[in-house]
Structures are given as C-alpha cells and as structure tokens.
Nanobody
Framework: QVQFVESGGGLVQPGGSLRLSCAAS????????MAWHRQVPGKQRELVAS??????RYAESVTGRFTISRDNAKNTLYLQMNSLKPEDTAVYYC?????????WGQGTQVTVSS
C-alpha cells in the first residue's frame, strides 16, 4: 500500500523559512524519483521541485529559495523553503517522480502572511 504523509507546514511571515517532510511507505523508496507539488484552491496542481538520480529541478518561481533533498535510509523527502513569499501559500504534496500513480497524501498547508 503506497502512502505519503506530508508534514512541517504552518503559518510563517514573508521572508521566513519552513522545512517540509514527506514520509513514504509501500514503495522501495530509493528506486524512485520524488517530487513536491503544491495546489491552491481553484488552480491546478503545480510541480515545485523534483529529485531524480541525484538531479534536482525547480520551478522558476522557487529557484534559489527552495531545496529538495532526500534521506533514503529514512524513506523521507524534504523541502527546505527559504525567503517565503505570500504566493507560496498552498497545500504541498509529495509523490514519486515521474508521477505514475494518482495517489496523494493529505498534504501540508503552508501559509505565508504578515
């Protein structure tokens, strides 16, 4: 049973930082690329960052501010988010990359507001 459990979100002021975590189970974690996505109500889910065979990719909107990483021993994916902006407000989800399963966790809410 594939499961993703996101955590680490919260309320932060503009310019602040958060670190998101994604605990994966039901897969051989090290065999898969992984990615973070985010979604705002009424808008499509957006690919934020991916990590595949050591290669990282970022959406232009977050390049230089976010860093994706993973700890295969812990089956955990991370997203370090710095210099947060109000437009980063969204629910953040993780999944394998490329996304071959329409299986999503509950996500973790990130709200950037003064």
């Amino acid at each position: 049973q594939v499961q993703f459990v996101e955590s680490g979100g919260g309320l932060v002021q503009p310019g602040g930082s958060l670190r998101l975590s994604c605990a994966a189970s039901g897969i051989i974690f090290s065999f898969y690329g992984m990615a973070w996505h985010r979604q705002v109500p009424g808008k499509q889910r957006e690919l934020v960052a991916s990590i595949l065979r050591g290669n990282t990719r970022y959406a232009e909107s977050v390049t230089g501010r976010f860093t994706i990483s993973r700890d295969n021993a812990k089956n955990t994916l991370y997203l370090q988010m710095n210099s947060l902006k109000p437009e980063d407000t969204a629910v953040y989800y993780c999944n394998t990359y490329p996304t071959t399963r329409d299986i999503w966790g509950q996500g973790t809410q990130v709200t950037v507001s003064s």
